[in-house]
């Protein structure tokens, strides 16, 4: 087949051929391939002039993913699967990712739990469980998890048992309600019971039963 016409339709390049079919590729392969108006073309460079629009586009979407914050490898292929990338492109601009650097789930992980600690302020328990749903493996989880200064732990389940005492304070009386609301709570929020019980000591409401 030969190649009828080209025109330049956004940052694509539409290939019309002299069978009438016609199909589209990024600007970028265009250039990068030499493509010339009235030379023949094989089916096999089509495909490879679509592959290679396909994972240069595929990039793309990777980058602007990456440039409102970082990602594990698992969230980044599960948004670019949303674009209906093949997984044969999804991979490939994986690997290119992580061969340069710009994907790195240690360094995401210790990103998240950072500020899932700081803002948060969840306990282990949920930090395990949410690095395991993004995809972390347990081998990266645990190097950070050890870390971790313990008293950061303590002050926040501290801070948290504060707030939630203010919160129901003038809501509710009883004292044993109270406590079992406080330990609920944190329980959600990732913390262990021994440690939740080891920090209620520390408050009055924990000698009262």
């Known amino acids: 087949m030969k190649i009828l016409s080209l025109k330049r339709k956004g940052n694509n390049i539409l290939i019309t051929l002299d069978d009438n079919s016609d199909f589209l ?101 949920k930090i395990v469980s949410e690095l395991k749903n993004k995809g972390i493996n347990n081998e990266i989880t645990q190097k950070i998890i050890s870390s971790i200064d313990n008293n950061t732990f303590n002050d926040n389940i501290n801070t948290l048992i504060k707030k939630k005492l203010n919160q129901l304070k003038n809501k509710e009386t009883d004292k044993r309600k109270i406590k079992q609301k406080i330990i609920s709570h944190l329980i959600s929020k990732g913390y262990d019971y021994d440690s939740i019980y080891n920090s209620l000591k520390n408050f009055d409401l924990a000698k009262e039963e």
Request: positive net charge; contains cysteine.
């Open 25 to 125: 590729i990024d600007y970028r392969t265009f250039v990068d391939f030499r493509i010339h108006k009235d030379v023949e073309i094989s089916i096999e460079l089509m495909k490879l002039l679509s592959q290679e629009s396909s994972f240069v586009k595929c990039k793309d979407s990777a980058f602007r993913f990456l440039a409102r914050r970082l990602h594990s490898t698992k969230e980044l292929k599960l948004k670019l699967q949303k674009k209906n990338y093949s997984k044969e492109i999804i991979d490939k601009t994986i690997f290119h990712l992580n061969e340069q650097n710009y994907l790195n789930d240690e360094e995401f992980a210790l990103q998240f739990v950072k500020e899932k600690i700081s803002r948060g302020k969840i306990g282990i328990n």
